[in-house]
């Protein structure tokens, strides 16, 4: 075992966080006050390789493996966590699936344009009354010769309005049938393809959120990936991938969080001493450091099952699950170390502190994470 990062880890690192420095962070209360998607930032984070992370070289990717993407992601959401979510949203689950389930003349078709940014990426699976039950779907697509009609939309989609291109999985079977779901590829600009409401929300708000909508929306069968019923097979894979994303991205948070933390302690003087020398705030910090390397480890663990392609369902939603139950623990403690200027918008803790709940909830709640998890380990 070797728990240091390797050259090329080090590098992305180093990199990620001079680039975050010179175009993220001085833009962050800017974007998030207004819901900016800063676009024009994601094509630059695409022509140095990070929008492809996981695509082979040969498609226009980086060819990377998934601890050089942890790397990526958790560098970024340290410093603005909605722009790490919408690196991750765009690498792990459209570009990703296309990648996972395309026949190659489709990876040549939509691949290189997604891995370099010059495309941005949306995935379409939640919809209004099913988000942990995606069985219930009822967005369809029905078929007519040599085309596809889908009516429906889908809702808490990223990208959704500024996507070139999205992955849908859509009913074409009867409601509830788990070979009943299909995937599909659609440009923007099809004809019945619109987004609608753009959500205001309480963080990540510089990444955008909206619906998709279809209607009498007509693709071709080319568009369709792998066979038809495989959709909801399909979209689970993706999320097992996914739920790195999101582990990776509280590790950012929590990481981001807990070093504006230990920087304020220190700095803070109350009773003619620095605040870190209390046992009462030492110990916050213990801890906070304690499950944010516990984290590390078991996402990291995740990384390497994925990569070595083994089965990784179980320790994925660990990850997952207990990465982000602690980012929301970090950043509120950390808010608790700040005291009243914890609740101040001059210090990034509150940012932190509204940014980490999404991620107890995004691709798949905790309460989700623990069916799969026990599902898993009474199974075994």
């Not at 992370?53 to 966590?81: A, C, F």
């Not at 739920?243 to 920087?263: Q, T």
Request: aromatic fraction near 8%; charge should be negative; charged fraction near 25%.
């Amino acid at each position: 075992m070797n728990f240091e990062y390797n050259d090329t880890q080090a590098m992305i690192a180093q990199s990620i966080r001079d680039f975050a420095e010179q175009h993220i962070r001085p833009h962050i209360m800017e974007w998030d006050e207004a819901q900016i998607f800063p676009v024009e930032l994601f094509k630059k984070l695409g022509e140095m390789g990070y929008m492809g992370v996981l695509v082979p070289e040969e498609l226009g990717g980086s060819g990377l493996g998934y601890h050089e993407y942890i790397t990526v992601v958790e560098e970024i959401s340290k410093v603005d966590s909605s722009i790490g979510l919408s690196v991750a949203a765009h690498n792990s689950l459209c570009t990703n699936h296309i990648l996972t389930f395309g026949n190659e003349e489709q990876k040549k078709k939509w691949i290189p344009k997604l891995a370099t940014a010059e495309w941005i990426g949306a995935w379409g699976l939640t919809e209004h009354n099913t988000g942990s039950d995606a069985g219930g779907m009822s967005t369809t697509a029905v078929k007519e010769g040599d085309e596809w009609v889908i009516n429906g939309a889908k809702n808490f989609i990223t990208h959704a309005i500024s996507g070139d291109v999205a992955v849908v999985i859509v009913r074409t079977g009867e409601k509830g049938d788990s070979r009943g779901m299909t995937a599909f590829v659609i440009e923007k600009g099809t004809p019945g393809f619109t987004s609608g409401k753009k959500e205001n929300k309480l963080g990540m708000r510089a990444s955008e959120t909206a619906e998709l909508i279809f209607d009498n929306c007509r693709v071709s069968d080319a568009n369709r990936l792998g066979e038809v019923g495989e959709g909801f097979i399909q979209a689970m894979k993706i999320l097992d991938g996914g739920r790195i994303s999101i582990g990776a991205l509280s590790l950012g948070i929590s990481k981001g969080a807990y070093e504006a933390a230990l920087k304020y302690s220190k700095e803070r003087i109350q009773f003619g001493k620095p605040i870190s020398e209390f046992q009462a705030i030492g110990f916050k910090l213990a801890d906070m450091a304690t499950e944010i390397e516990a984290s590390e480890l078991l996402l990291h663990k995740a990384a390497f099952l994925k990569n070595n392609h083994k089965p990784m369902t179980k320790i994925g939603a660990m990850a997952k699950m207990y990465a982000s139950e602690v980012c929301v623990k970090v950043s509120t403690e950390a808010i608790q170390i700040h005291g009243g200027y914890g609740y101040t918008k001059d210090f990034p803790v509150e940012k932190f502190f509204r940014d980490s709940k999404l991620c107890t909830i995004g691709e798949g709640t905790t309460e989700i994470q623990k069916v799969v998890i026990s599902r898993k380990i009474l199974k075994d």
